[in-house]
DNA sequence: CCAATACGAGACGGTCTCGTATCGTTACCC
DNA sequence: GGGTAACGATACGAGACCGTCTCGTATTGG
């Protein structure tokens, strides 16, 4: 899926093989899935991981940090669009996504690992954030946006505190623990628990 | 603070200084603080920071790992003990010894990483949650196990997927965002807000 | 004073990774 | 088919750390 800058479109001699570029983020996914931390990873270990030259990555990406970047990259899938019947419902298609993209073993631990390393270089932090994270962060606002003006969200309730109170409960248990966390309905659960409130009779 | 093992009370020769033991664990705080990532510390660089020799540093710790498990501890204050009157107050609390340690600069960054790294070595991750995060938990259940009992409480919702609505808010903001994002008042707003519920009047 | 140990400094041999460069080979475009 | 650039492999020198060890010195108890 994600292909590494290609500066210009060379018309002579051999062609880069997209295959490769795969292989070299596959090979990068399977080592942090092993265990590897993102600091202890190589790019030569990567390379031998992917059975391919060294200089074959360092054709197409500068150092780690661009690589890893793309690595992240290569995690995401589109986030479903909310319906649009019921707040409720597109609060629980949301979070029922975040919950299927912590167990997806692979984002797990990778996603700790990944945040981590990026958070160290801000720079890349900053791209990552403002790319990826921000267009959640919008799609969900909208949503609780719209719950507030159908009357389902009471309105004297920050939108942003809101929406850390709906996944918080998530993040912090794909960060924090393992993946046996994250049951199944747990989506459910922790909107309808916010949105009626914990205190009997509200 | 954080004394390392010390197999028995030598009664000959030179003791050891305590001065160094802080020294050390300070120099590897430091070094986290600048930005370093835990997985690119090294030993010889803590030494270096420190200004001590590397056998000093290991006469006291096998190995890195052993060392990140005391600078994880050093970091750790005896959580409040919860006054007891109401179940709201002791909730905002507990939020608010979160709040202020993800505020205390070293810890944000930190903490982050240790747990990265220390989720890498299974051993130490399950020494540190039995020894520290278990026992903040189980505060936490008491004071929510009271409130249900009190009637401030729902009875009919989990009390672990309830500690995980009130903490990870906060949990989340401190690992993914920046220090900005855990405003004063911001422990407040969350026991109230998940106390009351998010739909108009329950 | 003497034995024992900790101390700072750093030498040591070893492993690992870095980023670059050079092989002969391979695949594609014109 | 010829030109050209990517390919896997591997060599290279530089440099960081590892964990152990040995200096000479400092500091304790007996």
Chains 1, 2 share one sequence.
Do not use: C
């Amino acid at each position: 899926m994600t292909a590494p800058e290609r500066t210009e479109p060379r018309l002579r001699g051999r062609p880069r093989s997209p295959a490769t570029d795969a292989a070299i983020i596959e090979a990068a996914l399977r080592l942090l899935e092993e265990g590897a931390s993102v600091g202890g990873l190589s790019i030569e270990g990567i390379a031998r991981e992917a059975g391919v030259g060294k200089a074959t990555v360092y054709r197409r990406w500068p150092g780690k940090d661009a690589l890893m970047l793309d690595v992240l990259r290569s995690l995401e899938e589109p986030s479903p669009e909310p319906a649009g019947v019921s707040v409720r419902d597109d609060l629980v298609t949301i979070l029922e996504f975040m919950r299927r993209r912590g167990l997806a073993k692979r984002n797990s631990a990778l996603l700790r690992s990944l945040v981590t390393q990026m958070h160290a270089h801000n720079e890349l932090w900053r791209a990552y954030d403002e790319n990826v994270i921000a267009a959640r962060r919008a799609s969900l606002r909208a949503v609780l946006r719209r719950g507030r003006e159908s009357g389902e969200i009471r309105d004297d309730v920050d939108l942003e505190l809101l929406a850390d109170l709906f996944t918080g409960p998530m993040l912090s248990r794909a960060m924090l623990h393992e993946w046996k966390e994250l049951p199944e309905g747990l989506a459910e659960r922790i909107v309808d628990t916010v949105l009626a409130g914990v205190s009997p009779r509200g």
